[in-house]
């Protein structure tokens, strides 16, 4: 049973450029969230895609996009980097983007901006 | 807005030893509480949670009791083991389902 996927695993970019992240959610979950960890901190919110749509967003600027494919796999877009957008990028899964349903998390795509 | 409060780490523990990392939480109605290991160089993984007051999860010999009285959510072990060795994250939902986390608590077990 295939866990949560996320591609890739590591990405340099310089300021100014534009980024793609992708998640494939676990084996029968139609629910992602993606989160954006800076060093040392917890991760924070940044949206969530439940049928191919935004349902929630955190305190993120328009900078950050998103969507969800029909077989519920998703992409984080980035435009515009900034050197404070270097952190580790999580995606996670659920089901039915119920809140009292455990979220399964990827092991992250870690994006360094120069 | 809803919010977590974990003990600063690191916390450093010799095997054997007991372990307590406390957790408070803000937040309105009746959140469901969760605790994440976060190992080096990988994602988060869900330890354990708890959906409603007095709950207790447990999972792999860590516990954690949902006491709505002093909204809190303290994670314990009876004895670590140096394969503890992580970051620990408390986290809560609210109504929505997104996950509020705590800063995370370092903990080193040794020898």
């Known amino acids: 049973d295939a866990g949560v996927t996320q591609s890739p695993t590591h990405l340099i970019k310089t300021r100014g450029q534009q980024v793609t992240l992708r998640c494939s959610p676990k084996s029968g979950h139609d629910t992602v969230s993606w989160y954006q960890q800076a060093l040392g901190q917890g991760p924070q919110f940044i949206f969530q895609y439940y049928e191919e749509e935004e349902r929630q967003r955190g305190n993120f600027p328009d900078r950050f996009s998103g969507h969800q494919f029909p077989n519920y796999s998703s992409e984080l877009n980035v435009n515009a980097l900034l050197l404070g957008d270097s952190a580790l990028y999580l995606c996670?899964?659920?089901?039915?983007?119920?809140?009292?349903?455990?979220?399964?998390f990827g092991d992250g795509t870690r994006l360094s901006i120069l | 807005g809803n919010s977590v409060t974990q003990m600063e780490g690191p916390v450093t523990l010799s095997e054997e030893a007991f372990l307590t990392i406390n957790c408070t939480y803000t937040?309105?109605?009746?959140?469901?509480l969760f605790w994440y290991v976060q190992y080096p160089g990988e994602g988060l993984q869900l330890l354990l949670k708890a959906t409603k007051a007095d709950d207790k999860g447990s999972n792999k010999g860590f516990e954690a009791t949902y006491r709505k009285e002093t909204t809190s959510f303290h994670l314990e072990k009876g004895s670590v083991q140096v394969s503890d060795s992580a970051v620990y994250f408390c986290?809560?939902?609210?109504?929505?389902?997104?996950?509020?986390f705590g800063t995370g608590t370092r903990l080193q077990v040794t020898l």
């Open positions: 996670a899964s659920s089901l039915g983007g119920l809140f009292n349903q455990p979220q399964h």
């Open positions: 937040a309105t109605g009746y959140p469901s």
């Open positions: 986290a809560l939902t609210g109504t929505a389902s997104k996950l509020t």
